[in-house]
C-alpha cells in the first residue's frame, strides 16, 4: 500500500499523530532514562551495602564458636544471598574475567578477598545463581549462597508516566482544536461564500495570522461584491444605451412600406431586443437580485403557475404533493420554473411538472416532456451561457442560448440545485432540487 494512502487527509489529523507520536518517543526516551539512572542507582547501593554486610557477617561467624554459628545464620540471611556452612553445591568454576560475570563476584572479592582466599562456582538453572567458597579462620568451610536481583521497579511509576502521556495527549488534542478552529470557520465562510446575498463577516479577533486571514477574506468579500455591482451596472447602462436605438429603429421600421425587407428587419429588431433583455437577465441571475426569501407554500405556487399556463392553452400538467412551505425567494422560483416549462413546449408541445418530497426533508420539481431530449455528452454544456443544441441562426428554433444558464444560476441563487436528463422512452427530464 502507497505510504501516502496512509496518511491522515484532515490538518487536525496529522498534527494531532505527529504530536501523539513525539510524546511517546519522549515518554519512552524519559521512561528509558529514568529507569536507567534507578538502576544505576540501585546497582552502586546494593554492591557498596553488599561489601559492608558480607565483610561484617564473615567477621562474626569468623569470630563465633564453631557450634554456635548455624543459629547466626538465619540472623544473618538476607533477599538476595545468604550462608551455609560446608562446600556448597557443584558448578561450573568461574572467574572475574569471564564474559557475563556477575558484578557481585568483584564486590565480595574486593571486601573480603585480602583475607579469604575464596573461588566462585557458577549454580544451573533458570536464575543467575553462583556460589562462594571460602574457608574460616579455624579451617571451616564457609559458603556463600548469591542469587543475584535488581530491586523491582515501583509499581506506581509506569501509572505516574501513562498519566504524564494521558494529560499531554489532552493538552495537545486541545491545542491541535484551538489551531484549527479558525481554518474550520473560514472554510465553512468558504463554502457559504454567495455574492447574492449580504456578506457574512469573519471576527477579525484572536493571533495575527488568523486575524489576517479574517481581514483578508473579508476584503474579499467585499471586492467580490463590488466587482458584480460594477459589472451589473455596466450591462444596465449597455441595455439602457442599446434600448434606445433598437426602439427608433423600430418606429422607423413601422413608416416603412410594406415589403419582404421590412418583415426581415422587424424580425432582427426583435432578436436584438430579446437578446438584450437575455443578456441583462442572465447578469441578474449570476449576481442575484435582491429579493427577499420569504416562506412560500410550495404546492399553491405550483397551482398558480400551472394554472396561468392553462389559462392561455398551454398543455401543462402538474402531479404529486410535497405539503411543504419553504423558505425561497418567489421571483426567481419562479424564473426557473417559466425558464424550463417554456423549454419543454418549445421542443415538445406540452411539460409535465411532478413534485415529491424526499426522505432527507429535501424536495424534488421535475419538469419534463416527451421532446427529442439532449445528447448525453451535450447534457452539461447546456447550462453554460450562449450555448444551443441547435446550430440553426434562426433564434425562433435555437433560441438565445440563456435560458438553461439562467435557470442553473437562479437555482444555485436561491440555494438549490438543477440537473438535466434524458427520460426513457424520450425526451428531457429537469430536476430542481431544494431544500425543505
Excluded at 557498596?48 to 554486610?53: A, I, K, V
Excluded at 495527549?169 to 473560514?186: E, H, M, Q, Y
Excluded at 443578456?279 to 407554500?297: C, K, L, M
Amino acid at each position: 500500500m502507497n505510504l501516502s494512502m496512509r496518511w491522515p487527509r484532515t490538518l487536525a489529523s496529522r498534527l494531532s499523530l505527529i504530536f501523539l507520536i513525539g510524546l511517546i518517543l519522549a515518554q519512552t526516551l524519559s521512561f528509558g532514562a529514568q529507569y536507567y539512572e534507578r538502576y544505576e542507582s540501585a546497582k552502586n547501593t546494593m554492591l557498596g551495602n553488599l561489601e559492608t554486610d558480607v565483610s561484617t557477617s564473615i567477621a562474626i561467624l569468623d569470630r563465633l564458636p564453631a557450634n554456635e554459628r548455624m543459629a547466626w545464620l538465619q540472623q544473618l540471611q538476607r533477599a538476595n544471598y545468604g550462608y551455609l556452612l560446608g562446600e556448597g553445591a557443584n558448578g561450573s568454576p568461574m572467574d572475574m574475567d569471564m564474559p557475563g560475570a556477575p558484578i557481585a563476584m568483584a564486590s565480595i572479592k574486593d571486601a573480603i578477598g585480602k583475607d579469604y582466599p575464596m573461588t566462585f562456582t557458577d549454580i544451573p538453572g533458570p536464575r543467575k545463581h553462583f556460589q562462594v567458597h571460602l574457608k574460616l579462620s579455624d579451617g571451616s568451610p564457609l559458603t556463600i549462597d548469591v542469587r543475584p536481583a535488581m530491586v523491582p521497579l515501583s509499581p506506581w511509576l509506569p501509572i505516574v508516566l501513562l498519566g504524564q502521556l494521558a494529560l499531554m495527549i489532552a493538552c495537545t488534542w486541545l491545542a491541535v482544536r484551538i489551531a484549527i478552529r479558525p481554518l474550520t470557520r473560514l472554510a465553512e465562510a468558504v463554502d457559504n461564500l454567495d455574492p447574492n446575498t449580504h456578506p457574512v463577516l469573519l471576527d477579525e479577533k484572536g493571533p495575527t495570522e488568523v486575524a489576517n486571514a479574517a481581514r483578508a477574506f473579508n476584503a474579499m468579500q467585499a471586492r467580490i461584491a463590488a466587482y458584480l455591482k460594477e459589472r451589473m451596472q455596466l450591462l444596465a447602462a449597455i441595455s439602457h444605451d442599446l434600448q434606445t436605438p433598437i426602439t427608433r429603429m423600430k418606429l422607423r421600421a413601422e413608416f416603412m412600406d410594406d415589403c419582404v425587407e421590412k418583415e426581415k428587419l422587424w424580425n432582427d429588431l426583435g432578436e436584438m431586443e430579446h437578446l438584450v433583455r437575455e443578456g441583462v437577465a442572465y447578469a441578474r441571475s449570476v449576481h442575484g437580485a435582491t429579493e427577499e426569501s420569504r416562506r412560500t407554500d410550495l404546492d399553491s405556487f405550483l397551482d398558480s403557475l400551472v394554472f396561468d399556463y392553462q389559462d392561455v392553452g398551454k398543455e401543462v400538467q402538474l402531479s404529486g404533493k410535497s405539503a411543504t412551505v419553504i423558505d425561497t425567494r418567489p421571483h426567481a422560483l419562479r424564473r426557473v420554473l417559466v425558464n424550463l416549462t417554456d423549454n419543454a413546449l418549445k421542443f415538445a408541445g406540452a411539460a409535465e411538472l411532478q413534485v415529491e418530497k424526499k426522505a432527507d426533508g429535501s424536495v424534488s420539481v421535475k419538469v419534463m416532456d416527451r421532446g427529442p431530449g439532449i445528447a448525453e455528452a451535450e447534457l452539461a454544456q447546456v447550462m453554460e451561457p450562449f450555448y444551443r443544441v441547435e446550430n440553426s441562426r434562426n433564434r425562433s428554433t435555437g433560441g438565445t442560448g440563456l435560458g438553461l444558464a439562467i435557470a442553473q444560476q437562479l437555482a444555485l441563487a436561491i440555494g438549490g440545485s438543477l440537473t438535466l436528463s434524458n427520460r426513457e422512452g424520450g425526451g428531457l427530464c429537469a430536476e430542481l432540487k431544494l431544500r425543505g
